[in-house]
Structure formats: C-alpha cells, structure tokens
C-alpha cells in the first residue's frame, strides 16, 4: 500500500510558474514509476508526465514538454514538478500517482498507476 500527497498548487498568472511536489509513504519508493496527471472541469483525466523508478526515464505529454520538468528524489521519497510557462488550458486538478515498476521506462497510461493522491488544485489566470 502507498499513500501518496500532493502539495504545491496555487494560483499563477499566465506565464508565471510554480513548483507540485509529492510525497510517497512507502517503504521501497524506488519500486514505483511516479506519474502527475491533471483533470480540468468537465474534462478527461489527462496524463502530464511519468518518471522511471531509477528517474533516468521521463516521458511527457506533447502539449507540457519543454514546460513542465518532473524528478523524483527516491532517498526523500518525493515526486516533483516543475511547471513554467503557465497557460489557462494548464489549469486543473493535478494528481500524483504510483504505480508498480515492470522495466526501464514508465507508460503514462491511468491503468498503470495504482495509489492516487487527493489532488492539488492549479488555476492560471488570464
């Protein structure tokens, strides 16, 4: 079992940053991809971007990358993301979320993530 916290959200003006982080109570961290996904009002879960167990892998959606940075620090067992360049469509609910390591890379896929977080809430102002 892993629970898992978001902390970070706020309000931001357009093009402004801010900085999500995750903590992970769970012994053997390093055992889990970690991912951040998002979902707006009225709209679908959508995924943001996934990290490797090792974080040697990343993986993003096309509308954050170059934008948005995530890292994990396994000793800490913390999740991150950075997220600058905020635009009005950014705006959501983000989630952390973890889920079973099978390899190398991370699939930024819901189903493969088992243990959710509350979600944080991102609104970026016009």
């Known amino acids: 079992q892993v629970h898992v916290a978001e902390t970070g959200g706020g309000l931001v003006q357009t093009g402004g940053s801010l900085n999500l982080s995750c903590i992970a109570s769970?012994?053997?961290?390093?055992?889990?991809?970690m991912g951040w996904f998002r979902q707006a009002p009225g709209k679908e879960l959508e995924g943001v971007a996934c990290?490797?167990?090792?974080?040697?892998?990343?993986y993003y959606t096309g509308g954050v990358k170059g934008r948005f940075t995530i890292s994990r620090d396994n000793a800490e067992n913390m999740l991150y993301l950075q997220m600058t360049s905020l635009k009005p469509e950014d705006a959501a609910a983000y989630y952390c979320a973890a889920g079973p390591s099978n390899g190398a890379e991370c699939e930024l896929e819901s189903n493969r993530f088992e243990y959710w977080g509350q979600g944080t809430e991102v609104t970026v102002s016009s």
């Open positions: 990290i490797s167990w090792s974080g040697s892998y990343t």
């Open positions: 769970a012994s053997g961290f390093d055992d889990y991809v």
